[in-house]
């Protein structure tokens, strides 16, 4: 974190100090900031987090002995460390970020390095995977902070916005939803010069009662952008395309990105292997050829998003593609290539939604060639709430469509998608069901063979990730 005095930090948080030791509220702070005390090295800023399994606050005296210049507590805790006790550490952690933020955007105004600028992502799927690749392209120009892994959240954004410094040019930002009103407030911190909408479907649209909701949700991003800002949009997806009326209010330019002629940024010529996907890429008048590793033709249009961000910042398409090209897997779990050229597994049971999982199962279909045979292990999707049934049956009914030759279907919750599949005439043995990951694991050591393509894919409640990486290690 930037520099600040525990009385600038109490200030921020509007909370009240209790210095310890031979602190005053002119000590200055400048460790990092975490809810994990594990993290927490000397000089650094713990947050005491009230969790569902366990309260930070138990761990304050850890965060002492480790070294941390300060808690951030609910509640006086007794531990030889200063504290500030505020009214909700989480709150506390926004309000911390969006200061640190301002602190930095003003200072960069006024320095010769040039000011930070502030990149939002959202979208039903591809926020991470978007971020990365943007984030490779920005490293290279300047300093450039984005989360680590998935981090999303209204504990996670926050961290990551405080770990820009006056040397930080770009932050990339994902903001996730899981309820009305959470990107408003996340990107509100940081008012986003660029915002990217990625998709609307139907992931974790349980939460919110349906996919017009999530539009509303991932519109707040482009509500948030800064006037003068620039909204990135699908152009592909007619609800995402709506916000072009939202960035107009908000006197925010559009750059759109979409495999259509009207695209500012598009792709064509896209040619899906199991070793990435070539396509050509155009830029306003700029035309080169992009050979993404990340697996599967869905990473074109997150590529491309990443293209039109950064082009929009000043990086040249050949700088964009250069970078990309280096990129050989958009996160752990997601679409992660593992086993050998005789038996692969494509892992992606990071997580899945019905607009992943049919990618998933598209791209297993596209990259296999004759003479090899196509297995799906599918575990169950969650968060669907009213929508599961109808979303489990479509999956099966879109692998027997695909032709999947042997469709394995695991746990109880995922069942659905077995029956539909021998509904739709999958025979016996082609479409098999097992209740538990162990089950499944026995039945494909016996049953996988030379050329066999296998995707592995499942919400991360379900856990397939580990029976994927196992099935990676034992045919590897
Ligand atoms: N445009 C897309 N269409 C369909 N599936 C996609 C698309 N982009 C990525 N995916 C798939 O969605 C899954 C999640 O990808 P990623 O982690 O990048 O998304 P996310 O939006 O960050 O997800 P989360 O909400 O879990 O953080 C992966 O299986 C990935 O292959
Ligand atoms: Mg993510």
């Known amino acids: ?28 702070v400048s460790g990092t900031v975490d809810t994990d005390s594990r993290l927490i090295g000397p000089g650094d800023v713990f947050v005491a987090k009230p969790g569902e399994t366990t309260d930070g606050h138990e761990f304050v005296d850890a965060a002492a002995a480790a070294g941390a210049a300060v808690a951030l507590v609910e509640r006086p805790v007794a531990a030889a460390v200063s504290q500030i006790v505020v009214a909700d550490a989480v709150a506390a952690l926004s309000d911390l970020a969006r200061e640190v933020v301002r602190r930095v955007r003003e200072h960069g105004a006024r320095n010769e390095h040039g000011a930070l600028r502030v990149i939002g992502i959202t979208g039903s799927n591809g926020k991470t995977t978007t971020k990365n690749l943007l984030a490779r392209i920005l490293e290279d120009e300047g300093e450039t902070v984005s989360p680590k892994a998935s981090f ?3 504990v996670g954004a926050p961290l990551t916005m405080l770990r820009v410094s006056d040397h930080t040019r ?33 992931a974790h649209a349980g939460g919110f009662g349906g996919i017009e909701a999530t539009l509303a949700a991932k519109s707040e991003l482009i509500r948030a952008v800064r006037p003068g800002g620039l909204a990135v949009l699908n152009a592909d997806d007619a609800r995402v395309a709506t916000m072009a009326a939202i960035a107009a209010e908000r006197g925010a330019e559009v750059r759109w990105f979409g495999r259509g002629p009207e695209a500012d940024v598009r792709a064509d010529d896209v040619e899906v292997t199991a070793d990435g996907t070539t396509f050509t890429v155009h830029a306003d008048d700029d035309t080169a050829t992009l050979r993404l590793r990340v697996l599967g033709e869905h990473h074109v249009m997150n590529a491309l998003a990443a293209i039109a961000a950064a082009t929009a910042l000043g990086v040249s398409l050949a700088d964009c593609v250069a970078r990309l090209e280096t990129v050989e897997i958009a996160e752990r779990w997601r679409m992660q290539p593992l086993g050998s050229d005789r038996v692969r597994i494509i892992n992606d049971a990071y997580n899945a939604s019905p607009d992943s999982m049919a990618a998933a199962l598209r791209t297993l279909a596209q990259i296999t060639r004759p003479g090899e045979r196509t ?78 393509r296998v995707l592995v894919k499942s919400s991360n409640s379900a856990g397939l990730r580990f029976l994927g990486d196992r099935l990676g290690e034992s045919f590897s």
């Open 1 to 28: 974190m930037i520099a600040l005095t525990l009385a600038q930090l109490a200030d921020a948080v509007s909370g009240r100090l209790r210095p310890a030791g031979g602190d005053g509220p002119d000590t200055v």
């Open 152 to 154: 999303n959240n209204e």
């Open 170 to 202: 770009y932050l990339v930002s994902e903001f996730g939803a899981s309820a009305p009103g959470e990107i408003a407030r996340l990107a509100g911190l940081v008012d986003p010069d660029v915002g990217i909408v990625l998709m609307v479907g139907m």
């Open 375 to 452: 297995v799906a292990v599918l575990g169950a999707m969650s968060e669907l709430g009213e929508y599961a049934e109808e979303e489990h049956d479509r999956i099966g009914l879109l692998a027997v469509r695909l032709g999947i030759q042997r469709i394995v279907i695991v746990g109880p919750e995922a069942r659905r998608m077995f029956l539909e599949a021998v509904a739709q005439g999958s025979w016996d043995g082609e479409a098999v069901f097992f209740a538990t990951a162990d089950e499944a694991f026995d039945y494909l050591q016996g049953e996988l063979r030379d050329g066999d």
